[in-house]
């Protein structure tokens, strides 16, 4: 078999040239990042669920009519997907204080904003990733108006599907992030939604009891994390409901 050519490599995923012009494999990693402030950490099963889960919730976009990079799952660990260009923004959409948003506005933990609120952030690991507005992103030409008024817009549709998708199980989306990219067809570019939609990614509290499912679950035990990730599958119908977790997921095929 031929080597595979690296695209690129990060934290939690690994790109390879795809099979057709046009595509990636994408390879879900089981490092990743630990809440906001924590460091690298490795949970065994993590990519296994993330990429499951991650397919699930594209799936579900793709089919309601938002446009994402998944095309289909490869294996346990891997997707093919659209090769796109990334805006070098990271997208958060936050239904209530939770996080950063709490130090910096000093609003109560959970506290139910008005509104989804839609950040965004530069993506550059040495800076932190900092909150931008958007004049900054216009003014040093990350993405135009347009774009911006058009991610705000995904982002917002992405919200709607999440919530709904996590109320039905008993889970209360409290913030999430997306990454956008750009494809070409023909003339015209559109922008979809890209990289991932897992756990990892997102802030999931149990409605009634408060636990922690998503990316701060395992902010003070680490090994809490999978358990937590597996939770959230289980709910969601992608690993059964009378199997007990362990380092070697079952998942449904």
Request: glycine share 10%; net charge negative.
């Amino acid at each position: 078999m031929a080597r595979r050519k690296k695209i690129y490599e990060g934290k939690a995923k690994i790109l390879y040239e795809g099979p057709e012009p046009g595509t990636l494999v994408q390879y879900f990693k089981d490092e990743g990042m630990v809440a906001e402030a924590g460091g690298p950490d490795i949970v065994e099963g993590r990519g296994v669920l993330n990429n499951r889960l991650s397919e699930f919730f594209m799936t579900g976009l793709n089919a309601i009519g938002v446009p994402t990079h998944f095309i289909r799952r490869i294996n346990m660990r891997e997707q093919l997907i659209r090769a796109v260009e990334i805006i070098p923004l990271a997208v958060v959409v936050r239904n209530f204080a939770a996080g950063a948003m709490t130090e910096r506005l000093g609003i109560a933990e959970g506290t139910a904003l008005p509104r989804p609120i839609v950040e965004f952030y530069y993506k550059d690991e040495a800076l932190g990733d900092p909150l931008v507005t958007e004049e900054h992103v216009i003014a040093f030409g990350w993405a135009g108006q347009q774009d911006l008024d058009d991610m705000v817009a995904l982002a917002l549709r992405v919200n709607d599907f999440l919530s709904g998708v996590m109320m039905g199980v008993g889970i209360r989306l409290v913030d999430f992030r997306i990454e956008v990219g750009r494809i070409w067809e023909g003339d015209f570019q559109r922008l979809i939604v890209a990289d991932e939609i897992s756990p990892d990614s997102c802030r999931l509290w149990d409605m009634r009891t408060g636990e922690r499912f998503g990316k701060d679950a395992g902010a003070a035990d680490p090994s809490l994390l999978s358990e937590a990730h597996a939770e959230v599958a289980r709910r969601l119908g992608v690993l059964p409901t009378n199997v007990t977790h362990s380092t070697k997921p079952t998942l449904i095929n």
